[in-house]
């Protein structure tokens, strides 16, 4: 889709990658409220589209805290070893 976060080379710094990750989720988020938005007002007649909208919003607002959840795990288990 258009707001797919982009490829980065290995090289990317992690912050970047992931700052990359959590806009293109604010995006999709900020286009399913719009959706919803104009559904409310009568400005859009396509109620499957604003669904399909609403359903991409929730799917990669789950998927990025899966994503933010393993990295958490990672990290307490590396700050549980013992050095």
Request: hydrophobic letters at 40%; a negative charge; glycine letters at 6%.
């Amino acid at each position: 889709t258009k707001n797919s976060p982009k490829e980065t080379a290995p090289d990317g710094k992690f912050t970047d990658i992931f700052g990359e990750l959590l806009n293109s989720v604010n995006s999709i988020q900020r286009e399913s409220a719009q959706a919803q938005e104009l559904l409310a007002t009568g400005k859009a007649a396509d109620l499957h589209q604003v669904m399909i909208a609403v359903e991409e919003a929730g799917i990669t607002m789950d998927l990025f805290l899966e994503i933010r959840n393993r990295l958490l795990e990672g990290y307490q288990s590396l700050v549980k070893m013992p050095m």
